[in-house]
């Protein structure tokens, strides 16, 4: 595992709590690079919580609840590097620019957030410099070192129950502009599941999630996709296992379809 600081003197993160982002599998020679944004629920100590109660600290508002083991589990089965943040998207989401009113919410579905309420500027501006800026740097670098262009793949996981409504789709295979992977994982999911997975569920690109795969994927020319899952198919650890497997093959399945002629322009 290889990690990038953010500096000696960080007000936001102590020296435990450095790095805000770190590669896992760093020298895989597969053909993806894996993300998982929401990878971790740790809120620095600095900012004493964030005000929010228990629940809402273990809740899927905190992290994307499962995520991170599907993706070391597809980080193994691809050989293919991954980076995760470390800090809690509470924090900051960094799934979104600085720009973004959701970047560091006030208020999560069901939750209050009250360290994010009435941030300044410079509150702000530090947890740019010092989660955001150290994770798309790192993300940048492991792209920028792969041998070849990669495939990017973001992983994420959602909540069964939104706002009081039960959600039935349990995978969504999300895409913004370039749909060629999402496309083709699709077709060969629809022979190798019966499980209800669906294009731009439960999130799509006018909620904003698609930053990722826009900024490091779509603006290089990269292949991409974002795997949404359902969190209560992840809530054993042999759940999470089955998952990723089920994934790698999905993906090395479109993967493949792409190689064909013609299949690789947008």
Known sequence: ??????????PLLSAAER???????????????????????????????????????????????????????????????????RISRLVYDCNRPPEA???????????????NEGLSEAQRAARVRE???PFSALLAQVIADRTA?????????????????????????????????????????????????RRNEPYGPDDGVTYTLRRHGIAHGLVNVMIEIRNDLLSAE??????????SGWLTQAIDALDQPGKRTP
């Not at 595992?1 to 960080?10: A, K, Q, R, T, V």
């Not at 349990?170 to 994982?185: F, V």
């Open 131 to 133: 989660v955001f800026d």
């Open 1 to 10: 595992m290889s990690c990038m600081d953010n500096g000696p003197d960080s």
């Open 19 to 85: 790095p805000a982002a770190v590669v896992r599998n760093a020298d895989g020679r597969g053909r993806a690079v894996l993300v998982c944004e929401h990878a971790s629920r740790t809120i620095p100590a600095a900012l004493n919580g964030l005000g929010l109660s228990a629940e809402a600290g273990l809740s899927h508002a905190a992290w994307d609840i499962g995520a991170r083991d599907v993706a070391e589990g597809l980080s193994r089965a691809l050989d293919a590097p991954l980076v995760e943040s």
């Open 149 to 197: 262009p990669p495939v990017l793949i973001t992983v994420h996981s959602f909540t069964p129950v939104y706002l009081g409504r039960r959600r039935e789709v349990q995978i969504g295979i999300l895409h913004d502009t370039d749909t060629r992977l999402a496309d083709a994982m699709l077709d060969v999911a629809v022979r190798h599941t019966g499980l209800i997975v």
């Open 101 to 115: 009113p959701d970047a560091m919410p006030p208020r999560s579905e069901r939750f209050d957030i009250p360290g």
């Open 238 to 247: 042999g759940d999470r296992a089955d998952m990723a497997a089920m994934l």
